[in-house]
């Protein structure tokens, strides 16, 4: 996984900067992403996150797993949020497309 770092420093620092984009600069300027990418975006970092959970479940008190979970997990709640706000996905697309019941079980 050599390139977990950097996607890690790029949720941090995107969610860095998230914070302080206005909605103009979100949604009419489509700045620094456009919506298509900020739903790729979305559905990349939840897919990453599900995976990190689902697949370390165990190993979440280690420092090292829980700081990816929790990158990730901050980054997508503010995509989230803004969604919520205004909306720039379709309904479903927050509920991760690996989550179905029978996998669970």
Not at 3 to 9: D, E, H, R
Not at 14 to 40: A, H, R, W
Not at 49 to 54: E, H, K, P, R, S
Not at 82 to 97: A, I, N
Request: proline letters at 4%; aromatic letters at 14%.
């Amino acid at each position: 996984d050599p390139f977990v770092p950097l996607l890690l420093l790029f949720c941090a620092c995107f969610g860095q900067y998230f914070v302080v984009l206005s909605d103009s600069e979100i949604y009419e300027q489509e700045q620094p992403f456009s919506l298509k990418q900020l739903g790729t975006i979305g559905d990349f970092v939840n897919s990453m996150l599900f995976n990190i959970v689902w697949n370390h479940y165990d190993e979440l008190k280690n420092a090292t797993v829980l700081e990816r979970a929790t990158t990730c997990h901050g980054l997508l709640i503010l995509l989230h949020e803004r969604d919520e706000r205004r909306r720039y996905t379709s309904t479903k697309f927050w509920t991760p497309k690996d989550a179905s019941f029978v996998a669970m079980i």
